[in-house]
């Protein structure tokens, strides 16, 4: 019986043993299509608010969301200096992280820890998380993707169109060079682990 090879492009679904990251260029080319928003404030995945500076000392914004944790990506006396002490009033719980928007920052040392502080808000009772940078667009955006990738086993491409359908983002080349490395591992990762429990069947 003659099989005849199948051309359409192959899935970007995390379950699929022939996803393959995409180059940089590829993945770049998906901001081309956006058809998300540009306000300050954006719900891009339940419970998960992206967004910018204003959006983060608007007291009333916050409350009227309803937010109980926030991720501030640009955290620091050069950056977005709020503090936890801002939130004083609020009953919010802070978590900040000092990062520059530049492609030559390491951001993928806070993934995992930014991932597991919104997956741990996402966890609680009635939790709602903001996460925000100066723009709302790279820093930011680059830790809700890796939150994405880590805890709802997506893959890049997923996480991105995902977010991009709610929100115009744009991760700088170097952010987006270290999402890939880490869908890389993790792809790398959920093979393995298929292999292995084949291999017990």
């Known amino acids: ?3 005849t090879r ?9 379950g699929s043993t022939s996803y393959e990251t995409p180059a940089l260029s590829d ?44 991720l501030n990506a640009a955290d620091g006396p050069y950056n977005i200096n709020t503090g936890a002490k801002y939130y004083e009033d609020l009953q919010i719980e ?5 990062a520059f928007d530049d492609p030559s920052f390491n951001l993928s040392i806070f993934f995992y820890d930014a991932a597991n502080f919104i ?3 996402l966890n ?14 790279s820093r930011s955006a680059s ?15 997923d996480a991105l169109k995902t977010v991009s359908a709610h929100r115009d983002i744009c991760p700088n080349s170097g952010f987006l060079s270290q999402l890939r490395d880490l869908d890389i591992r993790l792809n790398e990762e959920r093979n393995g682990t298929r292999a292995s429990a084949t291999k017990e069947l």
Not at 46 to 60: E, M
Not at 94 to 98: D, F, P, R
Not at 143 to 157: G, K, Q, R
């Open 6 to 14: 199948d051309s359409s492009p192959p899935t970007s679904s995390a």
């Open 1 to 3: 019986m003659l099989h």
């Open 124 to 137: 609680t009772s009635g939790g709602k998380v903001f996460v925000h940078c100066a723009m709302g667009v």
């Open 94 to 98: 802070y978590y900040g992280i000092e």
């Open 119 to 121: 997956g741990k808000a």
């Open 27 to 70: 993945l770049q080319r998906l901001f081309w299509f956006r058809g998300g928003s540009d306000n300050h404030v954006d719900q891009v995945w339940p419970n998960i608010y992206l967004g910018d500076a204003w959006a983060a000392k608007s007291k009333t914004t916050l409350q009227s969301l309803n937010i109980t944790h926030i």
């Open 143 to 157: 830790l809700v993707l890796a939150f994405l990738m880590i805890h709802e086993n997506m893959t890049i491409v």
